[in-house]
């Protein structure tokens, strides 16, 4: 089988894209500077609405799905409105969401059955055209969405697009009004699809769009304000640096949310705590809210809020340009030179794990059996000096971005930076907004690049796969990776597939394109006023309509 390489969803958001995306609605740094209050929510308040609000520490690129650059902040916020076809619970289950199922008997053919009760805010049934209408749109050449990774569907060229002005696709077919099949150019396991497509197809009403210019279609304004939805809650305003603000479909058709208003609230992580105590924000997700973890203690002993330690999933990685930063000895010296014990105990309070490769303990494919790289200082003098003797000049900073939301780790990229400046290797750590970063990261204008990574637990596959590609952040390939991401695509025996991602994170161990800086478990709160919410990793939102405040 030729296997092909299948893109992460969450990769290659390139410049283009973020400046289509940035609509007219996000402010300048200028205005933003005159107005102290850019980042307060206009609420106008009916007497009894029910108000939440969510605290976020990542700004937005877009309120356009059909723009989806699967960010975990992008993903949570447009999904309220326009629902995946299934999402992952806590306990790391596939559950329907506009889909009551999707099955495949061969990993080739993926039948989609889209839930009978399924319908839009104004009455009209979702369908399986709306879901192919997506599809089109999504892998159209005008539209030029280069993340969802759609060329793995049979009928969508190597590039992610359709042909100009396609109306049908091939490896798309319709059975029915609730029926799809989708089938892929090669085998994929159906936690692939689903966790790949499934989960970050987020489907929208053919009905309101179809008659919609392409060219329109990235800009449309619509988005900013959609009054058809299939989720429980739709936009009402926004600012991308600041708040998106919702209130409740009351024609939800799993059941209207008794939470009448929405806010997510887009601040600094250290502002967090503050709010907290202030009673100004009622939930703190994991992988959308950076609380900073000196203070976690604080946070722990405020009244009135619950928290929950998720398990530990999002890693903090480090990516090489390894076309740039080529030398593999000076790869192995910054990780030989990394202190990762004192990483965790320093900047998390020990709430984290040290591994190698991509895997954390919460990952059924985890293997114990691979020993983890030990901090050795003098081992990586010796590999610089090996690499200065063959013409590294090591008096040239290596350029290190980091995610300036992330205020834990722009502490600890300064550490980092010492650390190896003890070894003789100088890095310029540079704080960008994650925008920009994954700007820098998609046209590979970095030499090193940090960034909190959620590699799902029960499907790692579509994130390795794409990373260490060719075209990937590390422009990083090696075969015998390849070949073993592409066996556990072809078997459902969980030591099988152990033994591969085993075999893979060995080789990344040796050539290190990418370096897991830690793996933190993080912490999620939750105002003890909000019932039927917790706070986690995954599942968070499924059953925001069922959320509710104390009288």
């Not at 940090?450 to 422009?475: C, E, F, K, M, R």
Request: glycine residues 6%; proline residues 3%.
């Amino acid at each position: 089988m030729k296997h092909k390489i299948l893109k992460r969803i969450l990769a290659g958001v390139l410049t283009s894209l973020l400046a289509i995306s940035l609509v007219a609605c996000q402010k300048t740094e200028a205005e933003n500077a005159a107005d102290d209050t850019a980042s307060t929510v206009t609420e106008t308040t009916a007497e009894g609405e029910k108000i939440v609000n969510i605290g976020v520490t990542d700004s937005l690129s877009s309120v356009n799905p059909l723009l989806m650059d699967a960010s975990e902040i992008l993903k949570y916020t447009l999904a309220l409105e326009f629902l995946p076809l299934v999402e992952l619970n806590g306990d790391l289950e596939f559950k329907g969401m506009l889909a009551s199922s999707i099955t495949t008997s061969d990993n080739l053919n993926f039948t989609v059955t889209i839930d009978p009760n399924a319908t839009w805010s104004d009455g009209t049934a979702v369908t399986a055209a709306d879901v192919e209408f997506t599809l089109l749109k999504l892998s159209s050449p005008e539209l030029a969405n280069v993340s969802m990774a759609l060329y793995a569907i049979e009928g969508i060229g190597d590039d992610g697009f359709t042909e100009s002005g396609a109306t049908s696709i091939s490896g798309v077919q319709v059975v029915d009004e609730k029926t799809i099949v989708i089938t892929t150019k090669y085998k994929m396991a159906l936690t692939t699809f689903q966790n790949t497509y499934g989960r970050y197809i987020l489907t929208v009403p053919k009905h309101i769009l179809e008659t919609v210019a392409i060219d329109q279609l990235a800009s449309y304004e619509w988005f900013q304000n959609p009054d058809v939805v299939s989720g429980p809650y739709r936009i009402t305003e926004y600012d991308l640096q600041h708040f998106v603000s919702y209130e409740a479909n009351s024609s939800y058709w799993k059941g209207e949310p008794k939470i009448q208003k929405l806010n997510f609230k887009i601040m600094d992580s250290p502002q967090l705590l503050t709010s907290l105590q202030a009673g100004e924000i009622d939930f703190i997700q994991q992988t959308t809210g950076n609380i900073l973890q000196e203070d976690y203690e604080a946070v722990e002993a405020l009244d009135g809020v619950q928290v929950n330690y998720g398990a530990p999933v999002t890693n903090q990685s480090i990516f090489f340009n390894t076309t740039a930063v080529s030398d593999v000895r000076i790869r192995q010296a910054i990780f030989y030179g990394l202190d990762r014990e004192t990483l965790i105990s320093g900047f998390l309070g020990g709430k984290g794990e040290v591994v190698d490769g991509f895997l954390s303990s919460a990952s059924p494919f985890f293997s114990e059996d691979l020993t983890v790289t030990s901090y050795d200082p003098e081992k990586a003098k010796e590999l610089l000096a090996e690499a200065v003797a063959d013409g590294f000049d090591a008096s040239v900073p290596l350029q290190f971005y980091v995610n300036s939301g992330d205020s834990t780790f722009v502490l600890a990229a300064d550490y980092i930076a010492a650390k190896l400046a003890e070894v003789g290797l100088q890095i310029q750590v540079n704080t960008v907004d994650l925008s920009t970063l994954l700007t820098k990261a998609g046209s590979k204008e970095y030499d090193l690049l940090a960034i909190q990574y959620t590699y799902a637990p029960v499907d790692p596959y579509p994130d390795i796969n794409w990373l260490l590609s060719a075209d990937g952040w590390t422009g990083y390939f090696n075969q015998t990776i390849a070949d073993e991401l592409t066996k556990t695509q072809l078997t459902s025996d969980i030591a099988e597939i152990r033994a591969s991602y085993q075999a893979i994170n060995q080789v990344v161990q040796q050539d290190v394109p990418m370096i897991s800086a830690y793996v933190i478990q993080a912490q999620g709160v939750v105002s003890e006023r909000l019932l039927n919410a917790t706070p986690d990793v995954y599942g968070s939102f499924i059953n925001i309509h069922e959320w509710d405040v104390k009288e």
